[in-house]
């Protein structure tokens, strides 16, 4: 009977043996299958054909350099055309107003800055705006005084002035957001497989869009600092940095207010994320003391100015939107004149409560996704734990892998659909909130570059739905030239489907292309009717509003199939 029990013990842990072997094989196995990375979706692309001589790890650094060099020339030859209110007094545009609020905030105490003269260009941007007029206006004034002196620099146009606004802009993207654009894309090339070669083609294409070039370097504005600290907000969460990606997030809302559009699903998303009550204190009190931080100038006076910060930045009594935009009240409003069957205060209560019941319920549906299950106890057998223990990390590393890119995948879709949300259906919506979600939207190339046709259709017609305000600035060329050679670059065989791939996506993506050709050749060949100056822009508007709801819906089922 010994003999038998040590025969029969020899075979149990040879079958033991071979079950492990077989386990750890596979693991290695199912590992090596899930490392490789993708093959190149621009080969035979012009992007690639100019770039690929800087493949070779010891070349990428230069090909790097000129992506930063060929960003901030394309910036510089759009800085050359038009600008918002160029020659068009009293009021001029947002050329007039940045470099307002930088003559206000350098020869004003605090206490005045949210007062002073609101009926010209008062302040209606949160405090780290007034701070950045401030440094930009301390700088600018140090170098020529007559460009920010108090009243008498009002609507100053001069040469110099203009060369030195347009320097602030870019240097204000390549310290804010050019950065974290590259380590982003570094970060998440990494996680999702892509080649260096890829990484650096994705960097340059976002960098390259033209509705941020056009919008603040062309039109004028300082949208890429807002973006920018979205974006390392962005950095910290794939990380897991809550903390810091909290205070990144602050200072984009800090910036501009516009930054609510991802604040829902930020709150989610880190809700999700929180593990113990030691997370929920250190988060909360990194939001507190940031928006601290960023109001301690105001603390001496803060019974008269917070309440008047908040009323400028919060613009309730404007309206539901401002000029045309291509979202759901301004594009129905051809129907239903809404502001004739509701007050303005009704209307804010209904734009709130549309954008909360679309959003809610996928930010919960994200939220339970993302929520890590409990592990149960005890439910392991001695086998199991034997061969989880020989498997190693390759196993555990390859299951954990999969869930982190989940769990980004789930992040980048959340923040973009929350975003296209908020542009649809909120209120006071400007024609150039796009870009809030358009930046996510990009980013979604960095971890599916296969839908880059229906990405960078979304944003073509991001840059479409702009057209109207850059013919007004001046911008019509800058505008078909960056849009015609950004896609030229990506290669048209990937930015337009063919005929021989026939879907619904793909015939609805023509359709766009070809009505927005359309709407162009009507544009430049007629003038709009005495009787309906703002149809050309109402039909702009109802051919970008009604891609950017099919781009909604794809979000939706996206996140569903997460």
């Not at 093959?39 to 992506?67: C, G, T």
């Not at 700088?139 to 347009?166: C, V």
């Not at 507190?288 to 908040?310: A, D, E, G, M, R």
Request: aromatic letters at 14%; one cysteine or more; charged letters at 15%.
């Amino acid at each position: 009977m010994g003999k038998a029990k040590k025969k029969s013990d020899k075979q149990e842990k040879s079958t033991q043996s071979g079950f492990v072997q077989k386990a750890t094989a596979g693991a290695a196995t199912s590992s090596a299958a899930a490392s490789p990375q993708l093959k190149s979706i621009f080969i035979n692309s012009p992007v690639y054909d100019l770039l690929h001589y800087f493949e070779k790890a010891p070349d990428q650094w230069a090909a790097r350099y000129i992506l930063i060099l060929s960003s901030i020339i394309l910036r510089t030859v759009v800085g050359l055309g038009g600008h918002s209110g160029y020659r068009k007094p009293p009021m001029h545009g947002d050329f007039e107003a940045q470099r307002h609020w930088m003559e206000l905030t350098i020869n004003l105490p605090t206490s005045e800055w949210y007062f002073f003269d609101l009926q010209y260009w008062g302040l209606d941007y949160p405090p780290l705006t007034a701070y950045h007029s401030w440094v930009l206006g301390k700088i600018g004034s140090f170098l020529n005084p007559i460009w920010f002196a108090l009243n008498s620099s009002r609507g100053l146009e001069t040469n110099d002035l203009k060369f030195y606004m347009r320097i602030t802009s870019i240097v204000s993207e390549l310290v804010c957001y050019i950065p974290g654009i590259l380590i982003l894309a570094n970060i998440l090339g990494k996680k999702f497989n892509l080649t260096r070669m890829d990484q650096i083609i994705f960097a340059l294409i976002i960098l390259i869009q033209p509705h941020l070039v056009l919008i603040d370097h062309g039109h004028f504005q300082y949208n890429s600092v807002m973006l920018g600290c979205f974006v390392y907000a962005i950095i910290e969460l794939v990380q897991n940095h809550l903390v810091m990606a909290s205070v990144w997030f602050v200072s984009c809302i800090n910036f501009k207010q516009m930054g609510l559009y991802y604040s829902v699903f930020i709150f989610f998303y880190i809700l999700s994320q929180l593990r113990n009550i030691r997370d929920l204190i250190s988060v909360g009190l990194s939001v507190i003391v940031t928006q601290f931080i960023y109001l301690l100038p105001f603390v001496s006076h803060w019974k008269t100015t917070l309440p008047q910060i908040v009323y400028r930045i919060f613009p309730f009594n404007r309206g539901l939107f401002e000029d045309k935009v291509a979202n759901f009240w301004c594009t129905t409003n051809v129907l239903v004149k809404y502001r004739d069957l509701v007050s303005s205060s009704q209307l804010s209560r209904l734009a709130l409560g549309a954008t909360l019941i679309f959003i809610i319920p996928i930010n919960i549906y994200i939220f339970y996704k993302l929520k890590k299950p409990t592990s149960t106890a005890g439910s392991e057998t001695a086998t199991d734990r034997k061969v989880v223990s020989v498997k190693g990390d390759s196993y555990s590393n390859s299951k954990s892998n999969d869930s982190d890119k989940k769990r980004v995948s789930a992040m980048l879709y959340g923040f973009a659909f929350n975003a296209l949300s908020f542009y649809l259906f909120s209120y006071q919506v400007h024609e150039k909130s796009i870009l809030l979600p358009l930046c996510p939207m990009l980013l979604l190339l960095l971890i599916n570059p296969r839908d880059i046709t229906f990405i960078q259709w979304v944003n073509n017609v991001g840059t479409f739905s702009l057209y109207p305000l850059l013919k007004k600035d001046d911008l019509v060329l800058q505008y078909f030239v960056t849009s015609i050679l950004l896609n030229w670059l990506i290669g048209f065989r990937l930015v337009i489907p063919t005929l021989r791939e026939l879907s619904a996506s793909n015939l609805m993506i023509l359709a766009t292309y070809v009505a927005m050709i359309f709407y162009h050749v009507v544009d430049f060949a007629f003038d709009p009717p005495v009787k309906y100056p703002d149809l050309w822009v109402v039909l702009n508007i109802a051919i970008s509003f009604a891609a950017f709801g099919c781009a909604w819906l794809w979000l939706i089922l996206k996140i569903i199939r997460l």
